[in-house]
Structures are given as structure tokens and as C-alpha cells.
């Protein structure tokens, strides 16, 4: 990002974006995760553990005399500039480690691999969770502060996983970002399924074209159900001539809500019209 706030976009990642029509960039997150350094950073076998002694060297050489300053500046040069190059490196490295928003989806680009690319219209199931660090877990992981994390799980249409974690700087906008543009596609998807004959999981909650059930409970039929309710608290099912209902489910332990209530309606139409 430059001064005035603009986005600098490798070549390489503006290609792909615009090859998979992702659209207009909207964001940049920038890698904040631990890169190790290694000695692959410079092509070399030599651990940067071992050069990182050769500024040591380098120094004892030059406040010593006779054949141990030389023999300190002979040793210590080489592993000085080994060392500079590795860390040079490394840096490159971790600055190539981007994720970048589109309107249209994300590319991924983990250094000098090939940059992912992940289009809102080929994502099949999304998941966000977060979890916050609070100051006394951050001092016993010898983290500086307190943090909250984010975690993001995209499946694909060609079910392929992928994860983004913490590795990016404050990914928590993305969640809305990622839920808004791909909820339409995955009501779609599990709208298919179900007329598809497949039987579909919310979470702890199972329907399918004999019913909707859970483990514990096991399942009612369409025909028997008199109501099903879906809110805040969670999911309820009534059965036909019982006060009382027969199944229910905390919102928690529920996913993927909009494509559940979607999914229920059409239970529910398709229940009416075999009456």
C-alpha cells in the first residue's frame, strides 16, 4: 500500500483476478503470522541459527590482533553476509504473503506459491468462528496483548477445502463479506439437494424426505409434523396432537440458518401439495 492509501497488486495476482472475473479489489490483509526462517531462505544448508554468530565474529575479529583477527574476519564475513541474505529473505517472504478481497472472491497468496483463487459462486458451505485471547491466556502463550482470533472454513463446489486462520491481520470484516456473498449460492445448493432426495445436516439437526430428526431424538415424518419453529433460541418440532414438542434444538448447536428455514418451506410446500 502506498502513501495515499492504494493498493499495490502484483501482476500475477491482478491475472488470476481478472482471468476468474473477481471484479473490483476492496481489500488487502496483510500476513501477520510467524514465518520460521530457515536456511532455504537463501538456498544454502547452513542454519541461521550458525550464520546469525557471524556478526559475533566478525566483531571479536576486529577488536582482536594478530592471526585471530584474521582468522575471525575470514570466518566471520562470509556468515555475516549469509545471514543478511537470510534475513533479507525471509522478510521478502512474509511481504509476499497476502490476502486480497475482491468483489467477486479472494486470491490467496502464500509466497512464491501459484495464488489461490476461491470465487464466491464456486463456494459450497461456509463456516466463521472466533475465538478472543483474553490478557491473561495472551501472557501464558507469551503473546504482547490480548487478540481476537478469527478462523475462516470455505468448502468449494468441487469440495475443496479451505482454511484462513490468523496468519492475516484482522480478518474478522471478511466474515460479513464472505457470509453476504455467498448465502444466496449455498440456500441455492442445499435447496438442490433436498429436492435432489438428499438428506441434508444443520448442525444437530438432520432433513431429509422422510422427515427431520436429530440423533437423540430420532425423526418425524413429514406427515405427523404439525409445526416447526425456528428463531432466536433455536429450532422446534411439533408433532400433530402433542402440546408439547418433540424436538429441540439450541441456535448454537444449529448452522447455516437461512438455508435451513429455506429448506423447511420447501418441506413444507411439498408436504401441502401431496395432501
Known amino acids: 500500500m502506498d502513501d495515499e492509501g492504494h493498493v499495490e497488486v ?11 472475473g473477481l471484479g473490483t479489489l476492496i481489500r488487502e490483509y496483510r500476513y501477520a503470522g510467524t514465518l520460521r526462517m530457515s536456511a532455504r531462505d537463501v538456498n544454502t544448508t547452513l542454519n541461521p541459527y550458525v550464520a546469525a554468530l557471524g556478526p559475533v565474529v566478525l566483531t571479536l575479529g576486529a577488536l582482536t590482533h594478530g592471526w585471530v583477527s584474521w582468522a575471525g574476519l575470514a570466518l566471520g564475513l562470509p556468515l555475516t553476509i549469509i545471514f543478511a541474505r537470510q534475513v533479507w529473505e525471509h522478510r521478502r517472504r512474509k511481504r509476499l504473503r497476502r490476502l486480497y478481497q475482491y468483489t467477486g472472491g479472494l486470491v490467496i497468496v502464500m509466497g512464491d506459491l501459484h495464488p ?6 464456486e463456494v459450497d458451505d461456509y463456516d466463521h468462528t472466533v475465538d478472543h485471547l483474553d490478557e491473561n491466556e495472551a501472557r501464558l502463550l507469551g503473546t504482547p496483548d490480548e ?3 478469527h478462523s475462516h472454513y470455505i468448502l468449494t463446489t468441487a469440495r475443496v477445502p479451505l482454511e484462513i486462520h490468523s496468519e492475516f491481520h484482522d480478518t474478522g470484516p471478511l466474515a460479513e463479506a464472505i457470509e453476504e456473498a455467498v448465502l444466496p449460492g449455498i440456500i441455492r445448493n442445499h435447496r438442490a439437494r433436498f429436492a435432489a432426495g438428499e438428506e441434508l445436516e444443520f448442525g444437530d439437526v438432520r432433513i431429509g424426505p422422510r422427515g427431520i430428526g436429530t440423533d437423540l431424538a430420532g425423526t418425524v415424518p413429514w406427515g405427523d409434523v404439525d409445526r416447526v419453529e425456528v428463531d432466536d433460541d433455536g429450532l422446534t418440532v411439533h408433532r400433530v396432537g402433542l402440546d408439547t414438542p418433540v424436538i429441540e434444538v439450541d441456535a448454537d448447536d444449529l448452522d447455516h440458518i437461512p438455508a435451513l428455514e429455506a429448506v423447511l418451506a420447501d418441506a413444507s410446500r411439498q408436504e401441502d401439495a401431496s395432501r
Not at 502484483?10 to 476468474?20: I, N
Not at 489461490?116 to 459462486?121: D, G, L
Open 10 to 20: 502484483p501482476e500475477d495476482v491482478a491475472d488470476v483476478a481478472h482471468d476468474h
Open 116 to 121: 489461490e483463487v476461491v470465487a464466491w459462486n
Open 147 to 149: 487478540r481476537t482470533y
